[in-house]
């Protein structure tokens, strides 16, 4: 899994890839019926034979370096993003990143490929290295807390999590677990009629919980701090995780996205269910937001919103991953509109795809984007006329 140390190196190597670069994108997911037998290896190599310059004497020998990676690879991941250049002394230098997410405005949806040659077109995978959501699931099994990283549909575990607890904890860990399972302390915990709790053992588990259990949640806040971790699932016995969700304070309370139960099998993940779990609760957000943008009343349609944007008008610009948009850009002015008509005051307009100029426009004005999949693409295509903003006044 790509960690944030490693998203930082990759930034920084692919940042120093002279052009002429080979940029390309494609769709690998095996589960998609299109690619049945290797045949997007077929697209990717169909598109490598239509860019000339890599006909030439000069990149002949990346082109060859490039087709023969694609033989050789047999990739599970659902995305491949592969760069390719040569450097001072003629090496080809080729970075290849096997995902398991489809990246944000490049259309993947009937198989495509984008095969670019010259400036690198990096925008969409420095994109989800920076901003896709990192989440943790904690699984909670009595004296068994493990504590594991998700990104990019990919997952590990931070097995020094809880280095800290030694192991005369991890004991009253497990009694405390067992009372907490039994359902006693519930029942016992209710006071009699001078308000007090009579039972001995209730209170000696109630300060367990407080004490042990602060205590390992404490280290599960310091990780999601250290890590940059917007969310949690919580995965264990409905007591245990209750009890365990409660003891977070609040603003890492707000981060708990689900909790569910231990899997049926026996094991300690399903990865299949979390993943589940916070693709609804980044759908949830994402609704939020619409919501919050028709009611500002915020900002819709590609020429009233890239208007804005270029005013710095705009805090968060919603976009569906998958956009077909098209704008108009005027080269010499730097300047963008929604049509061609519209930019002509500014000079000589090309129509452009959005996607290919999204990124360069948002981080010019500052403002944040929000790519959406799912139902909430379909929302923002249906009701938001294919492009959304919340604005800043």
Known sequence: MIGKDEAREIETRLAALEPPVLSVYADTDPANPDNKGGAWRIRVKNALREIPELQESDHRDLHRDVMDLVDDERPTARTVALFAAKDARGKTLIERFDLQVSLPVVDLRRGRVEARWGEPYLEPL???????QRAAVLTVQGARWRLFEFFLGEHEELSDAFGEVDEREWQELREAAKFLRSGRLARELQPDRSGSVKDAAANKTEAWKRKLYRRLV???EKTLDARGIDRLVLVGDPAETATVASLFSGRYHRKIAALLPHPSDGSALDAAQVMEALTAAERRDESRLLDEIREAPGLWG?????????????????VPVQTEARIAYVPDAGLYAGTKEAAAKYGEPV??????????????????????????AERVEREFDGIAALPRW
């Open 351 to 376: 129509e452009v795809p959005l996607r290919d100029h999204i990124f360069r426009l948002a981080a010019s004005f500052g403002a944040r984007l929000e790519f959406v999949d799912g139902e909430t």
């Open 126 to 132: 420095l994109f989800a290295l920076d901003e896709y």
């Open 218 to 220: 404490g280290l599960v």
């Open 302 to 318: 590609v020429d009233k919103v890239v208007e804005a944007i270029q005013l710095g008008r705009t805090q968060v610009v919603v």
